[in-house]
């Protein structure tokens, strides 16, 4: 039975990027990704890789930033006051803060810049402007 809108996927995967550094994997994780083709939970990319795969079968690819996590945008840098953010170290460019969305979502900011008054915060999905490369095998397919 091959993979098509509406499967219930279970897979392993590696997901690295072209550098060779490992960005996320299922065994870092623990346990097998599942999600159902086709229902917009994970990066288009990806969903549409595993489409037409079948059981046990491998395959590797690549997904260029528009099909994952977009450019790199300059209008997601802002400035914001510093006494704006509530931190319990002093902040320094690198670092990741975390904000919450009125929903309940979790968004990664990445300080850039930190001025005496202000930090110049990144809001790019981390992966923004990235190849991603995956290693996947599928382990099991349900309607």
Known sequence: MAIKKG????LEYEGKLDSGEVFDSTQRAGKPLEFVAG???????FDDAVRGMEKGQEKEFQIKPEEAYGPVRDDLKREVPKN????DKEPQAGMTLIMAT????????KIVEVTQDALVLDMNHPLAGQ????KIK???IKE
Do not use: C, M, R, Y
């Open 7 to 10: 499967s219930k996927v279970v």
């Open 39 to 45: 229902e917009g939970k994970i990066i288009k990319g």
């Open 84 to 87: 704006a953010v509530q931190l």
């Open 102 to 109: 009125p929903d309940g979502q979790q968004i990664p900011l």
């Open 131 to 134: 190849n991603l490369n995956f």
């Open 138 to 140: 599928i382990l099991d």
